[in-house]
C-alpha cells in the first residue's frame, strides 16, 4: 500500500497517520460579493464576506470539508442559507457591527452549521 501519492494536480493523499511538527496556514479568502454566492472551502478555509445587500449562499461544500465564515452585515441585511443542518436548530442572527463567525463543514451530503460568536 502506497502510503504517500502525489497526483497530477499537486493533491496529495497519505494513508496512516500524519504528524506534522510545525504549523499549518490556512489561505484566508475575501468573498467578492454577489447576489449569490457559493460556500466553497477550496478558495480558503477561513472566508471573510461583506454583504452589500441581503444575499443567498450556495452549498459547494464536499464531504470532509469544513470552513470558518466571518459576515460582515453593517445594515441588518438577511443571508438566506443553502439547506442545511444548525447546531440550536435555526440559523444565527448576523450582528450588525464586526463579524459573525459560523463554522460550516459537510458529512455525507448533509451541511451544518454553528454560530460561534461575534467579533467586533
Given at each position: 500500500t502506497?502510503l504517500f501519492?502525489?497526483?497530477?494536480?499537486?493533491n496529495?493523499?497519505?494513508?496512516?497517520?500524519?504528524d506534522?511538527?510545525g504549523?499549518?496556514?490556512e489561505?484566508?479568502f475575501t468573498?467578492?460579493?454577489a447576489?449569490?454566492?457559493?460556500?466553497?472551502?477550496?478558495?480558503?478555509?477561513?472566508?471573510i464576506?461583506t454583504?452589500g445587500?441581503s444575499r443567498?449562499a450556495?452549498d459547494s461544500v464536499t464531504a470532509?470539508q469544513?470552513?470558518l465564515?466571518?459576515?460582515?452585515d453593517?445594515?441588518?441585511?438577511?443571508v438566506?442559507?443553502?439547506?442545511?443542518?444548525?447546531?440550536g436548530?435555526?440559523?444565527?442572527?448576523?450582528?450588525?457591527?464586526?463579524?459573525?463567525?459560523?463554522?460550516l463543514w459537510?458529512?455525507?451530503?448533509?451541511?451544518y452549521?454553528s454560530?460561534?460568536g461575534d467579533?467586533?
Amino acid at each position: 500500500t502506497e502510503l504517500f501519492k502525489v497526483e497530477e494536480n499537486g493533491n496529495a493523499t497519505f494513508a496512516g497517520t500524519v504528524d506534522i511538527a510545525g504549523a499549518i496556514d490556512e489561505n484566508v479568502f475575501t468573498i467578492t460579493d454577489a447576489a449569490t454566492v457559493a460556500l466553497d472551502p477550496d478558495n480558503g478555509t477561513i472566508q471573510i464576506w461583506t454583504l452589500g445587500a441581503s444575499r443567498t449562499a450556495t452549498d459547494s461544500v464536499t464531504a470532509g470539508q469544513s470552513m470558518l465564515l466571518m459576515v460582515a452585515d453593517g445594515s441588518s441585511y438577511a443571508v438566506t442559507w443553502p439547506t442545511m443542518t444548525w447546531v440550536g436548530g435555526s440559523a444565527p442572527t448576523l450582528a450588525t457591527s464586526g463579524y459573525s463567525c459560523i463554522e460550516l463543514w459537510k458529512v455525507g451530503s448533509t451541511l451544518y452549521g454553528s454560530h460561534i460568536g461575534d467579533v467586533a
